[in-house]
């Protein structure tokens, strides 16, 4: 058998897996129009993934219609959502996996087409992404992002209450656990950054202040789930859509300082090195390694992601740098990830261009390793 700390079982929360290799958080815009409601192809999907008694943690979904920058993103915060998540989770239920959902607001990484009366994405400041990265609008043209729209201070308890009623929605649908998505230069960590956050209230200025967002929503999600089924992803020294505070050793220490008393389920990085990886192929070199700085800042259940191979997946928990891998990109093209790298199959390519949106096709119709099958 291959990668033996890998195949170790880990207890997370209550959820006891049988081993440390987790399906990463995945946007594949496929769910139905316009409900955005999860879909039967959607449950066939995460189904052929949940075969062996991992972790999966399903894709971002926004708890409020302000929070989609994308077509065809799936949301949790209606009735026919959490009908449709249902169908998913009873489907990886059924095949012995254990499922948290990915809780989402973009923020400022949207534009006024995919908002409710074409009005301005919100954000912690004006502060738009810069004109050298461009998004594409519902109608599918290249443009630059806009100057996002302030919220007020008084809106932000708003913010809290919708991620608070997606934790209720994703415990309505039968989900295990919620992920808050604080990573990857989206509306919390707009809040978190200095370079997104200007504002001049008790959500702006000091690092304590710029963390208070982060915790108000993981406190509510606490509120809701308990906190052993409630993890939190965060990307520091990441690059994504515009991010990337100057200094974030003192930020995301101090914020993970202050997730450490609540007793969460987990901590979940993205390495700086695949930092972006959903919009193309990176590799960003002589970067640090998120999980080797923070480790002995974070008291609870680490979880890495990016850029790991089954070799230095293994690694990482041999060393005590993770406790728990996640896999992204392998893992949509490898139904059966975990069988594969266990028993030392090739592994099969991804192809981009089927990332986002689509059917089937390089969604549903990677084969699993098929052993018998003529070389
Ligand atoms: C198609 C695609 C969609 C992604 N969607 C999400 C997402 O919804 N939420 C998130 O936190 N990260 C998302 N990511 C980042 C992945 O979770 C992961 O951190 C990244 O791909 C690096 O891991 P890998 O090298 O194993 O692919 C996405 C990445 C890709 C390639």
Redesign the pocket.
């Known amino acids: 058998m291959n990668f033996p700390h890998l195949f170790s079982p880990l207890k997370v929360g209550p959820y006891q897996l049988r081993h440390r290799l987790v399906m ?5 815009m496929r769910a139905a129009r316009p409900s955005l409601a999860p879909r039967p192809l959607n449950a066939e999907y995460y189904a052929q993934r949940a075969t062996q008694g991992g972790l999966i ?1 399903a ?2 979904s926004p708890v409020l219609a302000t929070g989609f920058g994308n077509p065809g993103v799936p949301g949790i915060y209606t009735e026919q959502q959490v009908d449709g998540w249902r169908s998913v989770v009873n489907a990886v239920h059924a095949k012995g996996g254990v499922i948290f959902l ?1 809780l ?1 607001h973009v923020g400022r990484v949207s534009h006024s087409s995919f908002q409710p009366g074409g009005a301005l994405p919100v954000a912690p400041s004006a502060v738009p992404i810069s004109p050298d990265l461009k998004t594409m609008t519902a109608d599918g043209k290249v443009v630059a992002y806009e100057t996002p729209r302030a919220l007020l201070t008084s809106e932000i308890p708003g913010i809290v209450e919708a991620f608070r009623q997606g934790a209720r929605n994703a415990m309505a649908a039968g989900f295990d656990g919620v992920e808050i ?1 604080g ?2 230069g989206y509306l919390i960590e707009q809040f978190l950054q200095s370079r997104s956050n200007l504002r001049t209230d008790q959500y702006g200025g000091g690092i304590e202040n710029r963390s208070r967002l982060l915790r108000e929503i993981t406190q509510a999600a606490i509120e809701v789930w308990g906190a052993n089924r409630v993890g939190v ?1 965060l990307s520091p020294y990441g690059v994504a859509n515009d991010s990337g505070e100057a200094d974030p050793m003192p930020l995301y220490t101090h914020a993970i300082q202050s997730l450490n008393p609540l007793g969460l389920a987990y901590l979940h990085f ?2 700086p090195r ?1 930092s972006g ?2 919009r193309a192929e990176v590799d960003h070199q002589n970067v640090p390694s998120a999980m080797v700085l923070f480790r002995p800042v974070w008291k609870g259940i680490l979880i890495s ?4 191979t089954g070799d230095t997946a293994d690694a990482a928990i041999a060393a005590g740098h993770a406790d728990a891998i ?7 093209s490898n139904p059966d990830l975990p069988h594969r790298l266990q028993r030392g199959f090739p592994l099969t390519p991804y192809n981009r261009a089927t ?2 949106g689509g059917e089937e096709k390089g969604y549903t119709d990677y084969p699993a390793y098929d052993e018998m099958a003529p070389a």
């Open positions: 990463a958080p995945l946007t594949r943690i894709e971002a990915q989402w998505h990573a990857n992803r993205i390495e695949s990886a959903g992601a990016g850029g790991f996640a896999f992204g990109r392998i893992f949509i990332f986002y």
